[in-house]
């Protein structure tokens, strides 16, 4: 399977080198491997990320673009939808069959017409507005749901530790 | 009740090896003394004459003299090895110097076609070797009940070199998928790596015909041993020859290759299930002939039938679902006319390839006839508009991990996990008979650390030499300065290299390189220390003046600096929006990429310290001086340092320190 899923990766890295959605930078990590790449994604504007550049890792199976690539981020980061460990959960990330929270419709899943941009641009919403309801980082949903300014602080250690400073 | 066996594997593991020339020269001293021993000995009875009474005297051992040699005084040689036939520790020392030779061997093709051996493929090789070694081990013990040494060294050797060709596949196979998860891989890459998979099989064939002599000439269960499993051995290595040629066709070939996911279907299918029926027969025959039930070795015969048995089962539902897929999508969904095509603009959305034929679902959408089997194979929905195509279709679970025994197989379907370090056989007796225990064999991977470390260790003294350069030239992208010195593998070089302009920036690099700078307000921007750069780099007698020319400007320039940096901001914002071309190398991609990672970051950087300086008042104006100095004690470092160095490499050195001194009198003059 790994040559059309070469073919199709080259193709969405052509596109979105051509024309990258604003403030999202994807391509692989090195091109020897093709099914490992790295996004930068900014913090989205007027929200309490904003500012923070994330790096994050995504990881192609084999047969991509049938199944979903897994998407985790590599700097630390506090949110209800990104596990402690940085792997990303949300819907478009799952492939139809599987439902670990049991709220998504199989519409909101993977499908071989999502794309590697589709999926960041999930993401950066993802970082706009957070759903507590599908939690997968329950301290993060509490202190968002409960204590926003609190979440904010914290959004803003992480937008300036994202930056290096 | 269930215990875990750390198989000796673990501790061996850990164990200290030795070094591969310790190992070598330690068994060419054991052959030394083996043949020196041997040519003493042969010396010693030919001397001998059996009328001679003085043998007593002599001290001649007792066993000798029982000892006739078999050939002529003139056969010098074969009589040493008989003699070292006779001698068991001279029998050991033979085979180790074999397994040396093997070692070599191997170590010489692995250098030949695959270079430095990645993380992933050392793991697979170990897991290989372990499991290899455990199965045969039984095999000799428990099923052959091997008992003669003769007979031991034997089997060792067969298992040796089936090992061997077994590891060389396994590691094919891995660097094969490797290779092919990469556009630019080069050509000669793969001819040699398909060479060696037909040296493979070649070698596997002439094994097979070899086990048909055994079959004629000793015994017919032993060739039915020996020849299963060179079969196995030849099937994964045709296995992997088929894929590569399919794939290789399919990357020569512009645009799509309808029927091919066809051809690796029916390949992985045929192979599978015939490797599947051989190794199943195998073992039947090895548990029958063992006559060894309810011993260790049947116990673990029969997990690993059971467990091909599941399998064989599984690849059969999985063909009926995928014919049934097949026959329904051909059965509901039309093939697309040529008006559909032609009113359908789009590519596929599942490939993203042109479509020259197609197709049609009912809710309209148009997809490539391979693309959407594959895509039904695992889901009975439109992928476009997730309208649900059939309530029949049974979805074929995807989950990898459905059967409850884990994969023990030798053979080609094997599907190995990447992420799990540890290999282990599960046994759970209570299944058989209650009393029986639940164990499992676990072999622990330890080793992949060292490994990463080296590597993490490798790159981070990059990154050191990297951040020296760049403290030097903070105008150049990080990523252009390690590119170079990965080739330099010196700091001294790469900054050579660079004052001498045979490092050329990305210009969109150079757009962004002077906010560094800027941030903290300092007055040499990017352009001016790159054309400082140049024109230290001609041999021109003004190289005072022409830097000095460029600093006023730049200095003019850092007055209007907040105007400046709006700029260079709008250029970047452009930059990072529309996005660059494409290029067709794949290094010059790799760094744009990189250096517009770099871009963005540094933008980020910039644009969050202005928001917290707006915030705090904006006092921060002293913060140059600390930072010319750091650059200039680099400087004075690399003086120090190159001044031992040619005299052409002096005269750079010196004009490095003219710069700075130049740059520093500017510096203070514009402060008074
Ligand atoms: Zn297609
Ligand atoms: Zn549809």
Redesign the pocket.
């Known amino acids: 399977m790994a040559g059309s899923a070469l073919k199709r990766l080259m193709a969405e890295y052509k596109q979105l080198t051509l024309n990258p959605p604003e403030g999202i930078i994807a391509g692989p990590v090195d091109e020897e491997n093709f099914f490992e790449w790295e996004a930068l994604i900014m913090g989205p504007q007027d929200t309490c990320f904003e500012g923070g550049v994330f790096p994050a890792r995504l990881t192609f199976p084999p047969d991509y673009p049938l199944g979903p690539p897994k998407m985790k981020f590599s700097c630390d980061i506090f949110h209800p939808n990104i596990y402690p460990d940085g792997r990303v959960c949300i819907s478009i990330l799952h492939a139809p069959g599987d439902d670990p929270m049991g709220y998504e419709t199989s519409a909101e899943r993977w499908s071989p017409v999502q794309s590697v941009e589709k999926i960041l641009l999930s993401v950066v919403s993802m970082l706009a507005e957070p759903n507590d309801e599908s939690a997968a980082n329950v301290d993060a949903a509490k202190t968002w749901r409960d204590d926003r300014k609190g979440f904010e602080e914290i959004a803003k250690v992480t937008v300036r530790k994202s930056l290096g400073l | 009740m269930s215990l875990v066996i750390n198989m000796p594997a673990l501790i061996l593991e850990r164990l200290p090896l030795p070094s591969l020339q310790t190992y070598i020269s330690f068994s060419v001293v054991m052959l030394g003394l083996a043949s020196f021993y041997a040519h003493q000995t042969v010396n010693t009875i030919l001397n001998f004459n059996p009328d001679n009474q003085i043998q007593e005297e002599l001290g001649l051992p007792q066993e000798l003299v029982n000892i006739t040699l078999p050939y002529d005084r003139d056969e010098h040689f074969l009589n040493m090895v008989y003699i070292m036939r006779v001698e068991t520790w001279c029998i050991w020392t033979l085979v180790n110097s074999c397994y040396c030779l093997l070692i070599l061997f191997g170590k010489l093709i692995q250098n030949v076609v695959f270079g430095e051996l990645r993380v992933i493929e050392k793991q697979h090789l170990k897991d290989k070797f372990w499991n290899f070694i455990f199965y045969k081990f039984i095999f000799i013990f428990g099923v052959m009940n091997v008992q003669s040494m003769e007979e031991v060294v034997l089997w060792l050797a067969w298992f040796s070199g089936l090992g061997f060709l077994h590891l060389l596949t396994q590691l094919c196979k891995d660097r094969f998928e490797y290779l092919s998860f990469s556009p630019a891989t080069p050509r000669y890459a793969h001819v040699k790596l398909l060479s060696l998979l037909l040296v493979i099989l070649l070698t596997s064939g002439v094994v097979l015909v070899g086990c048909f002599w055994v079959g004629i000439n000793i015994s017919l269960t032993i060739f039915a041993f020996l020849a299963a499993e060179s079969l196995l051995l030849i099937l994964k290595c045709l296995y992997v020859v088929v894929r590569y040629i399919i794939q290789l066709w399919d990357m020569s070939l512009e645009g799509v290759w309808e029927s091919r996911a066809m051809y690796v279907y029916y390949t992985e299918l045929i192979f599978e299930l015939v490797s599947l029926s051989v190794d199943f027969s195998h073992h039947l025959h090895m548990l029958l002939y063992g006559n060894i039930f309810l011993s260790m070795a049947s116990l673990v015969i029969c997990m690993q039938l059971r467990f091909l048995f599941y399998e064989f089962q599984r690849r059969v539902k999985k063909h009926k679902n995928y014919l049934k897929v097949v026959k329904e999508m051909e059965s509901k969904f039309s093939m697309a006319t040529q008006e559909d095509l032609e009113q359908n603009s789009d590519d596929c959305a599942i490939c993203w390839e042109k479509m020259e034929s197609a197709r049609k679902?009912?809710?309209?959408?148009l997809f490539h006839n391979s693309c959407l089997r594959s895509w039904l194979e695992q889901d009975s929905s439109?992928?476009?508009?997730?309208?649900r195509l059939s309530e029949t279709t049974e979805r074929d679970g995807r989950n990898p991990g459905a059967p409850g025994v884990p994969n023990m197989a030798e053979g080609i379907v094997a599907p190995v996990n990447p992420a799990t370090t540890n290999h282990f056989f599960h046994f759970d007796g209570s299944r058989y008979v209650s009393w029986l225990p639940s164990f499992s064999v676990e072999v622990t991977h330890t080793n992949l650390l060292p490994g990463q470390q080296a590597h993490a260790t490798q790159t981070s003294q990059l990154d050191n030499m990297a951040r020296e350069v760049q403290a030097v030239f903070p105008h150049i992208p990080q990523q252009v300065i390690m590119e170079d010195l990965r080739l330099t593998r010196s700091v001294d070089l790469t900054i050579d290299n660079i004052l001498e302009g045979r490092i050329t920036v990305p210009p969109l690099a150079i757009t962004g390189s002077g906010h560094q700078r800027n941030d903290s307000h300092s007055s040499i921007s990017g352009s001016s220390t790159t054309s400082e750069v140049s024109s230290l780099a001609s041999d021109s007698p003004r190289v005072n003046n022409i830097p000095l020319n460029n600093l006023d400007n730049s200095l003019q320039l850092t007055e209007g600096s907040s105007e400046r940096i709006r700029q260079s901001e709008n250029q970047e914002n452009s930059y990072t929006t529309t996005g660059g071309r494409f290029s067709k190398s794949a290094t010059e991609r790799m760094s744009m990429l990189e250096s517009r990672k770099h871009l963005m970051l540094e933008q980020a950087r910039r644009r969050y310290q202005e928001m917290h300086e707006n915030q705090e008042g904006a006092s921060s104006s002293s913060v140059d001086p600390p930072l010319i100095y750091t650059t200039s004690e680099h400087l004075r470092q690399i003086h120090s340092e190159s001044s031992t160095l040619s005299t052409q490499e002096d005269e750079l050195s010196r004009r490095r320190a003219l710069l700075l001194q130049a740059t520093q009198r500017r510096l203070e003059r514009q402060t008074d």
């Open positions: 679902l009912p809710c309209g959408h439109c992928p476009t508009c997730r309208t």
